[in-house]
């Protein structure tokens, strides 16, 4: 009898492992699905709620309205990326980050997020840079981090050699964290690529991207 329970553990630990990640991934889209379709629920706002709602229009949402608000919102997205594109768009977005950013409250937490969403998202001197290895908090330990910026004229003047702004975030979450200016010759930069750095920090360590050293050509030698 211990011989079969001990069997039956070792298949149940096997058979959770199995079916663990697929039924967690399905809850966290139907988690998603449910959050997100309480925002854009609110689409359909012209269509009489006893065709979208059910017991005539007292009871909740049928999913199927529910994914065509989602299918709405994702068209407009869309058609504000398209508009964003070209100059008559760009000055609404404009005009509306500027009223955005003039509403007390509601300017800290939009312009906070929208900071974030560039250093992420855009391509410009504010994104991650390139994934670096920095002693930190003190010398024998390192910290992943992200070059910022390598543009630092006073502090390269005030400390007579060059220093690079490098963000090391807090896992699993890339919002906070330290921002170093540290001395180039301290900065280990790695080849790892800045999606997979980002991977890292998110899985707390547990997705190590791959690494294979590119051999450098040997000089050939002389006649």
């Not at 500027?98 to 992420?120: D, M, R, W």
């Not at 910026?149 to 400390?159: F, G, I, L, Y």
Request: net charge positive; aromatic share 12%; proline share 7%.
């Amino acid at each position: 009898m211990r011989t079969l329970f001990v069997r039956w553990q070792a298949n149940f630990v096997t058979g959770l492992a199995v079916v663990l990640p697929a039924v967690i991934s399905i809850a966290v889209i139907l988690w998603l699905f449910g959050t997100v379709s309480n925002i854009t629920d609110t689409l359909l706002f012209f269509v009489p709620t006893k065709l979208t709602h059910q017991r005539g229009g007292e009871g909740p949402m049928y999913w199927y309205w529910s994914l065509s608000a989602l299918l709405l919102a994702v068209s407009m997205v869309g058609l504000i990326g398209w508009l964003a594109r070209h100059y008559f768009g760009m000055k609404m977005i404009e005009w509306v980050d500027s009223i955005l950013l003039h509403v007390p409250l509601l300017n800290k937490i939009y312009g906070t997020l929208k900071q974030i969403n560039e250093a992420f998202t855009s391509s410009s001197r504010s994104s991650f840079k390139q994934v670096v290895l920095v002693p930190f908090p003190r010398p024998g330990l390192y910290c992943l981090g992200f070059i910022t910026s390598e543009d630092n004229p006073e502090v390269q003047a005030k400390t007579k050699e060059k220093a690079l702004t490098v963000f090391v975030p807090t896992t699993p979450t890339l919002t906070s964290g330290f921002l170093l200016l540290m001395p180039e010759r301290e900065v280990i930069k790695l080849e790892m690529p800045v999606a997979d750095g980002i991977k890292f920090m998110f899985s707390l360590g547990a997705v190590a991207p791959g690494y294979s050293p590119v051999e450098k050509a040997s000089s050939p030698s002389p006649s």
